[in-house]
């Protein structure tokens, strides 16, 4: 009885009917055959192929797509499981796919083995579903690339040689954080320091340009290519070079005080002939630090004028602050992800203590940062000889004494005593010369610890980065005691941990994590 209209309703049972091979009872279907006796006269996955050889290079674990393609795949993954299954592309023309998964195999068996669950067609319209097993034989066989640089280690198709004319390192220290956080240099063959640069060695010409490409959107950068002829063959019209490319990243630096052209001072709506670069990507930020007024310049701007720094970040000098008082809290300018406030403040130089009463009342840009007693760094344009063209340009042009550019906490590291970080950064693997003498050895360690200060002072400069956690870092009982009070330091919310696969095999380690490759034992 139907409870809510109060109707009477009949109970309706499925129909079913006899097998007419076995005579059980059943749903009726096209065939009028039960599973059991269908799957008997009928095979569906007879004339699919059950084992397969494939290619497989061990130097740099890809596989081969025939003809000539090499697919980069790890054990177990989906990507070779899509590789795995588009072998029996064929195949699957008679049959349709409904699910692939891995079965377990011993990695060392040169083996793999997938469970396909497949449908098809059969007798009068019936639907037959049936699993079978497919084997792969793996064998091992270097790709084109691996072999040439097995045969010999220096035979590379094209060279990219990054350079960047200024006095320090700072920009690579940088830029191969970057490239190690997206694995752009995945397909380098070799990778060697230089004096000015880094050179990448790569086994293909494609391999080289996507590497440019990915350089250009992370720095601005020029380029230009030749190409040398190796070898030709004549009856068969092929020919084979090595090619160059010569990439130049602009000099232009974070911190770098600038003296802008006249002609590009007024096109970006006259921001001033004194500026300080705040942030390079693939765009420069500027900002006047009198005026708070900003502007940006892409790769192409830059290169049509290519005007240089006026001083750079090397020329820093250290002043304290005797005195400071914001001119209007309301004027202030975000640039670069970075907030600016206008403010008049009364400096010393550090060096000057002891020596001379010799006090600068100047505007600042840092009045969000700065208070009175803390130290701040900048040029220094009261003591300076500058000989720069397009300073000379602006006759009626007054130099400020001193332009600050960003507090320092140099007192504060003192205090700290040089304590051991709880974080680290990984290096990419690249031949460096051993010739140098100690002064450039110990001039390339000072610079890679002032570019891991700027990491913690400056979070937007750490944003792009993969900071690690440091497992021989041990904090001591004292160090909060001995630390100085507002010290920057990288939160330990921003630090990744330091994988490491190898170990992560020969422990227990779950299997549950992969969620797009099923697994059988």
Same mark, same amino acid.
């Given at each position: ?39 008997? *006269? ?14 497989? &290079?061990?130097? &740099? ?14 054990? *177990? ?10 072998? =029996? ?64 280690? $220096? ?21 191969? /954080? ?14 060697? /320091? +230089? ?43 092929? !020919?084979?070079?090595? #090619? +160059? ?7 232009? &630096? ?17 921001? @001033?002939? =004194? ?29 049509? #004028? ?51 009463? =010799? ?32 300073? $000379? ?7 400020? !004494? ?10 504060? %590291? /003192?205090?700290? %005593? ?12 690249? *031949?460096?010369?051993? +010739?140098?003498?100690?002064?450039? /050895? *110990? ?24 900071? !690690? ?15 100085? @009070? ?36």
């Amino acid at each position: 009885m139907d409870e809510d209209n109060g109707m009477f309703r009949r109970n309706q049972t499925p129909a079913t009917v006899l097998c007419c091979k076995c005579g059980v009872p059943m749903q009726p279907n096209a065939a009028n055959m039960c599973v059991t006796c269908l799957r008997s *006269e009928v095979d569906i996955t007879e004339g699919l192929r059950k084992q397969v050889t494939i290619m497989h &290079c061990p130097e &740099c674990n890809t596989w081969l797509q025939p003809p000539k393609t090499w697919l980069k795949g790890e054990l *177990e993954s989906k990507e070779l499981l899509s590789f795995c299954v588009k072998r =029996l592309e064929t195949d699957m023309k008679k049959v349709r796919l409904v699910d692939a998964v891995f079965i377990w195999t011993e990695p060392h068996s040169k083996r793999i083995k997938v469970k396909l669950r497949v449908q098809k067609e059969v007798l009068h319209g019936a639907i037959l579903d049936q699993t079978y097993l497919v084997e792969y034989v793996v064998q091992d066989h270097m790709c084109e690339a691996c072999s040439r640089v097995q045969a010999n280690p $220096d035979q590379w198709v094209a060279a990219v040689q990054l350079r960047q004319h200024v006095s320090h390192r700072r920009t690579f220290f940088y830029l191969e /954080q970057l490239i190690l956080k997206h694995d752009a240099a995945a397909r380098a063959i070799k990778i060697k /320091q +230089t004096d000015q640069g880094i050179d990448f060695h790569f086994g293909s010409r494609s391999h080289a340009l996507k590497f440019i490409d990915f350089v250009g959107k992370v720095v601005p950068i020029k380029h230009r290519n030749d190409k040398q002829l190796v070898s030709q063959d004549q009856k068969s019209n092929t !020919y084979h070079y090595k #090619f +160059t490319f010569s990439v130049e990243i602009s000099p232009i &630096c974070r911190e770098d005080l600038i003296c802008l052209p006249k002609e590009f001072a007024r096109s970006s709506g006259n921001i @001033g002939p =004194l500026v300080i670069c705040t942030k390079v990507t693939n765009n420069i930020a500027l900002l006047n630090p009198f005026t708070l007024k900003n502007c940006y310049l892409d790769a192409d701007q830059y290169w049509r #004028f290519g005007f240089r720094s006026l001083v750079t970040s090397r020329q820093l000098t250290e002043y304290i602050v005797l005195d400071i008082d914001i001119c209007r809290p309301e004027v202030s300018a975000m640039v670069g992800g970075s907030r600016y406030v206008m403010a008049e403040a009364q400096v010393a130089r550090v060096s000057d203590f002891g020596k001379n009463d =010799l006090m600068f009342t100047i505007k600042t840009h840092l009045g969000h940062l700065l208070n009175p007693g803390d130290f701040a760094l900048g040029y220094d344009l009261y003591g300076a000889n500058i000989n720069d063209d397009e300073l $000379d340009k602006y006759k009626d042009l007054a130099l400020p !004494y001193a332009i600050l550019v960003k507090k320092s906490y140099e007192e504060k %590291r /003192q205090r700290k %005593r040089a304590k051991p970080r709880a974080w680290k950064l990984k290096s990419l693997a690249m *031949e460096v010369d051993d +010739t140098k003498g100690r002064a450039e /050895q *110990e001039k390339t360690n000072a610079e890679y610890e002032q570019f891991l200060r700027d990491l913690e002072e400056n979070p937007e400069l750490r944003f792009n980065i993969s900071l !690690y956690r440091d497992k021989e870092y041990q904090r001591s009982e004292t160090a909060s005691m001995t630390d100085g @009070g507002d010290l920057p330091t990288v939160p330990l919310e921003e630090l990744l941990a330091d994988l490491d696969l190898s170990a992560m095999d020969d422990g227990d380690g779950d299997d549950g994590d992969n969620d797009d490759v099923g697994m059988e034992e």
